[in-house]
């Protein structure tokens, strides 16, 4: 089944230690979208690409960047991560960045 | 702005019965999408529905209704005869097309927790 792929499911690092989180995709869509969510809130959106194209949400900071070296492949890098940026980390895709986006299972960070 | 409004926060249900879920939004966009999303406790966000909003039919897919006024500016969701599996947040989300809206973000709503008791 075509679908989104999140890895690792859980990652646990330490304060300060860089991390990445990768996505990939079978369905050949177009856009990726990487999300941040903490408990009993809504989605955060952090970066999109829309093809090679990369967006940059204003208040996303300058701690998270993201790669995305091919249409199937998406990858986030915390590059000092704090306390705060334990959260579930979600990787989106969409065909076009006006319709519906398909999530993957999310990966889990926590930050000892 | 963009922006979308789900004022419940929490609702309780025992099974069977049916129960709304409310969405207001606001844009100023002329052509906009409207969405809903479900997350169960698993955390994968599931989506439900797409409307656009040249399209106020309502639509009907097994239990699940939507109500898309554009009067209200309301697109609310209904599950008819609710079960056990029904339980999560439910999240309400809008995309905009005109100049002015981030093109590609969804504005979502804060979410609706949904309890369906045996």
Redesign the interface.
Known sequence: DAMVIQNPRYQVTQFGKPVTLSCSQTLNHN?MYWYQQKS????K?LF?Y?DKDF?NEADTPDNFQSRRPNTSFCFLDIRSPGLGDAA?Y?C?T?T???????????T?LTVT | AQKVTQAQTEISVVEKEDVTLDCVYETRDTTY?L?W?KQPP??????LI?RNSFDEQNEISGRYSWNFQKSTSSFNFTITASQVVDSAVY?CAL?G?DRGS?????Y????TQLTVWP
């Open positions: 856009v009993s809130q809504a989605p959106l999109h829309y967006n579930m979600l989106a969409s076009h960045p006006l319709y519906e986006q398909y999530f993957g299972p999310g889990r | 999408y969405f999303y698993s955390g994968e966000l599931v989506f797409r999240f995309s097309t981030t093109l590609g973000r969804l979502f709503g804060r979410g």
